[in-house]
C-alpha cells in the first residue's frame, strides 16, 4: 500500500507508512502527516507517541524524526554541545495536558500527585485550572490540543448540564488518550465508561456515619452544597449508611444548601441551626470544610456545644485540623488519585488498544475532637 492509498488504513498499516515516510525524509512534522495521511493531528501524535515508545521513532517538537536516522544523530550532536545530558537527547519528551476546575481548594494535592508522577517519568505537563464551567474548560482543552499539541489530557470536566453532555461529546470525539480524574463519563452507542480514577466519595461519607453510629448518634443530619459535584456521592453513602442501620432521613436531616462564597451564605447558615435543634439532631456530616468550620464557630456564639450538643465531622480535611475544636474528617486520597491518572493515561499512550480502566480509590477518615471528648 503507498501512502496515496492511506485513507481507511489500520493503525498498523498507517504507523508503517509513517515510519517510511520518516526514512525517506528524515523529518516529517504532524500538520503533514495528518494531511497525507488523511486522520487528525491528533491521531498522529498519538501514532508518534506509541512509536516512539516502541524506540521506531523519536519525537521532536512538531514532528518525528527516525530513530537512528542521520536527521536525530545531529539534533543529538547539537544537543551534546549545548551541554545537555546525552540520554535527555535521546528521549523523547511526552507532553500532557490537565485542566482541573480550580488551582485552590481540594485540586492542588491532586495536582502534586500528577507532577511527582509525572517528572519521574521525564513527561512535561502544562497545567490550566477553570472555573467549574463547561464552556471555560472546553476553552482551555481545545487550547492544549490545538495550540500546544499535548499527547494526552487529564482532566475534571464539568458532566452535567446541557453545556456539560456537550462538553462530554467533544471529549468523545477528540481521540485524545485520556483520563477523568473525580469524575465518570460513558461514550458511544452502547455507552461505555471512559478512563478514570475517582475517590469513592460514597464509601467515605459511610465511614462518618459508621463513626457516629458507633458513639450513639441515632440523629445523624447532612448538610452538602449544591454546587459541588462530589455531593451526590456523599448523599449517596449517607443514606446508605442511614438505612443500613435504620436511622431516620427525613427532611429535617438531608440540607442541600449554598456554599460559603455565596452572598445568601449567613442566612442559610443560621437556617440550618435552626433545622438541627429543631428536629433534635446530634451530630452532622458537612460538606465542605470551610462550611463545616462556620458552623461549628456560629453554634459556639449560639451556646451550642461541639461535640457536646452537636458532633461533627467535614468531608474533604483540607483545612478541617485548623478549626478550634480540630475537626474529624474524611479525607480523598487526593494525592493518590493525581498519581494513578498521571499511571493510567501512561499506560493508555503505550499500548492505545488496552481495555478501558476505571480505578476507585478509598478515603480515610481521620478522628479528631469535634465527634469525641
Not at 128 to 133: D, K
Not at 190 to 214: F, K, T
Not at 306 to 326: K, Q, S, W
Request: hydrophobic share 40%; proline share 6%.
Amino acid at each position: 500500500m503507498t501512502v496515496s492509498d492511506s485513507p481507511g488504513a489500520l493503525p498498523d498499516e498507517r504507523r508503517a507508512q509513517m515510519v517510511e515516510l520518516l526514512r525517506r525524509r528524515g523529518v516529517v512534522r504532524v500538520s503533514e502527516l495528518a494531511t497525507e495521511l488523511d486522520v487528525s493531528a491528533i491521531t498522529i501524535r498519538r501514532d508518534i507517541a506509541l512509536l516512539s515508545s516502541q524506540g521506531l521513532i523519536r519525537r521532536v517538537r512538531g514532528g518525528a524524526v527516525l530513530h537512528n536516522g542521520p536527521v536525530a544523530e545531529t539534533l543529538a550532536g547539537v544537543a551534546e554541545t549545548e551541554e545537555s545530558p546525552a540520554s535527555d537527547a535521546e528521549a523523547p519528551q511526552v507532553t500532557i495536558g490537565m485542566v482541573v476546575p480550580s488551582l485552590n481548594y481540594y485540586w492542588p494535592d491532586v495536582i502534586r500527585g500528577v507532577r511527582e508522577a509525572a517528572a519521574a517519568a521525564g513527561v512535561r505537563v502544562v497545567l490550566r485550572g477553570a472555573s467549574y464551567r463547561a464552556t471555560d474548560e472546553r476553552r482551555h482543552l481545545s487550547r492544549l490540543v490545538e495550540a500546544v499539541g499535548v499527547d494526552g489530557l487529564l482532566v475534571a470536566p464539568t458532566t452535567t448540564g446541557d453545556e456539560g453532555a456537550e462538553l462530554v461529546r467533544w471529549l468523545q470525539d477528540a481521540d485524545m488518550p485520556m483520563v477523568l480524574i473525580e469524575r465518570t463519563a460513558a461514550s458511544g452507542p452502547y455507552q461505555e465508561a471512559m478512563e478514570s480514577v475517582v475517590s469513592d466519595h460514597a464509601l467515605g461519607a459511610g465511614m462518618a456515619v459508621r463513626h457516629l453510629v458507633e458513639l450513639g448518634h441515632r440523629r445523624i443530619g447532612l448538610i452538602t452544597t449544591v454546587q459541588s459535584p462530589t455531593s451526590p456521592h456523599v448523599r449517596r453513602g449517607w443514606q446508605q449508611a442511614c438505612e443500613e442501620f435504620g436511622l431516620p432521613r427525613d427532611d429535617s436531616l438531608d440540607i442541600s444548601t449554598v456554599d460559603q462564597s455565596d452572598p445568601e451564605w449567613p442566612r442559610a447558615l443560621e437556617s440550618l441551626i435552626d433545622r438541627c435543634v429543631a428536629s433534635g439532631t446530634t451530630a452532622l456530616l458537612v460538606h465542605s470544610d470551610p462550611e463545616a468550620i462556620d458552623l461549628v464557630e456560629r453554634c459556639q456564639e449560639r451556646g451550642i456545644r461541639v461535640p457536646g450538643d452537636l458532633a461533627i465531622v467535614a468531608y474533604d480535611d483540607e483545612v478541617a485540623e485548623l478549626c478550634d475544636p480540630p475537626l474529624t474528617a474524611v479525607r480523598p486520597p487526593k494525592t493518590a488519585i493525581g498519581r494513578a491518572a498521571f499511571g493510567l493515561l501512561a499506560e493508555r499512550l503505550t499500548d492505545p488498544e488496552r481495555p478501558t480502566h476505571r480505578m476507585v480509590i478509598e478515603p480515610r477518615l481521620i478522628v479528631r475532637s469535634s465527634s469525641a471528648s
